[in-house]
């Protein structure tokens, strides 16, 4: 559907894999850690011999041309390999999220026709076994773990013994179906090509020249999702550069310690917890260490703000901003952030800190890459300017005020194929002239950057006919370091509200500051209702934190407060941390509604 005229090669994701072995064959392509516990890398010639057995292995099994596999995993080395496999017998491959539920799978592999599907292990396999008389397409089941029958081992090890030679698939062929997180519609298939990703992976590479076989990242955001799955995956196999997984959530800080990357993908949720983690070290530090760390701020800024350095600023950064920097690994020179704009007051802080942020823009359907800041051009608070070959257009059509934002038209090679067996969503997708809709609001400025003001399925219109786009709110209220998640709504109500989850611990940290008495340190012990006095202490404080940012009528006026973190194992949020609204509205939605009748604070919901 995108313009795909001259396809710069590599043009498939088979030749971009081998090219690359050939010309990196020993460079160190993913860092794990082992059975044991130890961590080492994995070179290109290493991983390649997988590919090529598993590829012979899967031809074994009937996959074929056009055929569909699907794959259950975090991100790790069989992900790689089964995905190159799968793209050399020109197959597609059909990523999932091993964090999802069961039924998910099932139905996500019955529509994709999933002819061989992949999980961890065989405990993941066993509830999955169903699947094969309900899709009688699906031949086998695989476990990526383990070395008997049904595993990935046996699988390369039939591949080794019967080796079949990759075919180059047309930049046009189906690479990926990959399915919508749906934070407020249920899932589509998107069919990707070989020539929408490359062609992503050429134009990100372009703006970053300073990306070669010794860069390394840490990766923390899923394969599964289209912006890890290019941004990291493709474009370090194309460069030979290091991916290194990361243990666990949990683990993150110190795996950055262990792994020294130079650049780090991440979405605004994560930037926001390093930041809050950050700020909270250096006040509980206080006196010479506090006023030290806030001139060194001041001093990064003046010089990126001016262009001109200093004696005094080089020595603040060298005695102040190296031992923050080594932290987070110690040589890491920038992050990119997608999924939405990250809030401007934390981009300003990670680059006064000297690890630059630089927003991008995308979507599942643009493979992923529309818009990026870079070192040459960024501009705080924006999502950068169009990616090479790539062209943003504003449809005013769907305004109806005095702005000059609309809904934002993307053209281009990265434009998907399509809706998998979605004729109608595809048609609604599509301008006459080749251009996706996005769903997206926005506006650009005279300097060709790109302000993303919200999202039209996301925006709600009040009473009073004033619409409100709630992400931007619910970014603001996540900055507050007591709050863990937060959504917004209104639709045809006189006035905003929001679901806040708190941090308890945190909170308490608080309570001197907001006023909180004895009966907080109660409220903390056995999780009773939050009196209105606690409540009012609580609202004022985000309304001083909000009323800077928003018009009055943005700001919600009444907030339901509960104990239990947004998260994807209790489906509130996508795999990619964004708010899951309609699990979220469904789940508080009558304590919602006593919210707008009754005028008393409510009690926290249990989760218990």
Known sequence: MGETDAW???????????ASVARHPDCRLFGTTAADGAFRWVTNREVAARVDHGRGGLARLGVGVGDAVGLVSANRVEWAVVAFATFGLGARLVPMYETDLAKTWHNL????????????????????????????GLGALVALEGTGDGSLAALEQRGCEAPVGSIRPAPGDVAILIYTSGTTTAPKGVLLSHGNLTSNVHSGLRLFPSLNERSASLSILPWAHIFGQTAELYIAVHLGSGVAFATSPESVADDLKLVKPTQLLGVPRLLIRIHEAIVSRVAAAGGLRERLFAAALRANRARRETGRSGLKQRILDRLVMTKVRAQLGGRLEFVISGSATLDVEVATFFHDL????????????????????????????????PIDRVRVEIDRSRTDDNTDEGEIIVYGPNVMLGYHNKPEATAAAMTPDGGLRTGDRGRLDEGGF????????????????????????????????????????????????????????????????????????????DMSSLSRDIHAAITRDLEARLEPKFDAYEIPRRYLFVKEPFSTANGLLTQTLKVRRQAVLKKYRADLERLYKEDRPLTMPDAT
């Open 8 to 18: 710069e090669k590599p043009d498939n994701l088979v030749e971009l894999w081998e």
């Open 109 to 136: 592999a019955t529509d994709a026709g999933v002819k061989v599907l992949f999980a961890p292990t065989q405990a993941f396999l066993d509830q999955l076994r169903d699947l094969q008389q309900e899709a009688p």
């Open 354 to 385: 000297g690890i630059p942020v630089y927003d991008c823009y995308g979507l599942t359907e643009t493979s992923p890459g529309v818009t990026m800041n870079c070192p040459s051009a960024y501009k705080i608070g924006t999502v950068g300017k």
């Open 450 to 525: 790109l302000h993303v003001t919200g999202r039209f399925k996301e925006q709600f219109k009040l009473q009073n006919g004033k619409f409100v786009f709630p992400a931007v709110v619910e970014e603001a209220l996540e900055l507050v370091p007591y709050v863990s998640s937060a959504m917004v709504l209104g639709e045809s109500r006189p006035y905003a509200t929001a679901v806040i989850s708190l941090d308890l611990d945190k909170l308490g940290d608080h309570s001197a500051r907001l006023g909180l008495t004895v009966a907080w340190r109660a409220f903390v012990g």
